[in-house]
């Protein structure tokens, strides 16, 4: 039963993981678009999903921001 557990839990930490990576990806593209609404929503999508991964013990990776400027 524990076997399944971690399973469990390590696809969870990689849905977590690949949803911070979209979210990242989000905003850049919305950066490199100039759109400034995209830009607010993508940034408040990738704070939910940072503090998601946090909340569930998941490391984020790089930076808030995912090493992109504002």
């Not at 849905?15 to 979210?23: D, F, L, P």
């Not at 940072?50 to 930076?63: K, M, S, V």
Request: glycine share 18%.
């Amino acid at each position: 039963m524990a076997q399944g557990a971690e399973v469990g839990v390590g696809k969870f930490a990689e849905a977590g993981g690949e949803r911070v990576r979209g979210a990242r990806d989000g905003l850049l593209s919305a950066r490199q678009a100039q759109d400034a609404y995209a830009v607010a929503v993508a940034d408040n999508e990738l704070d939910h999903v940072l503090r998601l991964a946090r909340e569930h013990g998941i490391e984020p990776g790089a930076g808030a921001n995912g090493g992109a400027t504002p």
